[in-house]
């Protein structure tokens, strides 16, 4: 079965950087599209970026673009978040998403998920 593991989360000062990894297992990794998503408490969870099967194509949330940057690594099966000019707002329980469909550009509704990592970012 699906299996995904995220890693990297912690406290970190407004301002600074974290690099978020997902490592999945269970499937043949690079035929699927990846993403993260992430929940702060009391909201419900929203879209942070996406990257397609092959690797070519990023989708970012708006609160996001310009600061996070998405990618993968096929031979190592796992993804990444790279996080840079962490805000308090960015604080929130990240999860790593993939794709149920092959081949997928842009993540579809149907994703498997992982257990989530805390990003904590202080004022």
Request: net charge neutral; hydrophobic share 35%; glycine share 10%.
């Amino acid at each position: 079965q699906v299996q995904l593991v995220e890693s990297g989360g912690g406290l970190v000062q407004a301002g600074d950087s974290l690099r978020l990894s997902c490592a999945a297992s269970g499937r043949t990794f690079s035929m699927y599209a990846m993403g993260w998503f992430r929940q702060a408490p009391g909201k419900e969870r929203e879209f942070v970026a996406g990257i397609s099967w092959v690797g070519y194509n990023t989708h970012y949330a708006n609160s996001v673009k310009g600061r996070f940057t998405i990618s993968r690594d096929n031979a190592k099966n796992t993804t990444y978040l790279q996080m840079n000019s962490l805000k308090p707002e960015d604080t929130a329980v990240y999860f790593c998403a993939q794709d149920h469909p092959e081949y997928g550009v842009r993540l579809s509704d149907n994703l498997y998920w992982g257990q989530g990592t805390q990003v904590t970012v202080s004022s």
